[in-house]
């Protein structure tokens, strides 16, 4: 059984990288996506799921692996 959402939020290389470079702040990511995870929508690319908050859009996975608990960040950019 899938967790209702996940409590711990991993960036991959790429996503470390990316939010870097736009100027945006790692934990503020991880607490947005937790905090608008019951908003999540279905992602057309790579990544499962997107949300949509605070001018951000934050593409990942969930949950990680075999990992209910956690989410993992593939990317983030301003919106």
Do not use: C, K
């Not at 939010?19 to 990511?29: I, K, M, S």
């Not at 929508?41 to 605070?54: E, S």
């Amino acid at each position: 059984m899938t967790a209702p959402s996940p409590v711990i939020v991993a960036f991959t290389r790429h996503a470390e990288r990316r939010a870097v470079e736009r100027g945006l702040a790692l934990p503020e990511l991880a607490e947005l996506l937790l905090a608008d995870h019951h908003r999540r929508l279905r992602n057309p690319g790579d990544a499962d799921w997107i949300v949509r908050a605070a001018g951000v859009a934050i593409v990942y996975d969930w949950p990680d692996g075999q990992d209910a608990t956690a989410a993992l960040v593939i990317s983030a950019w301003r919106e």
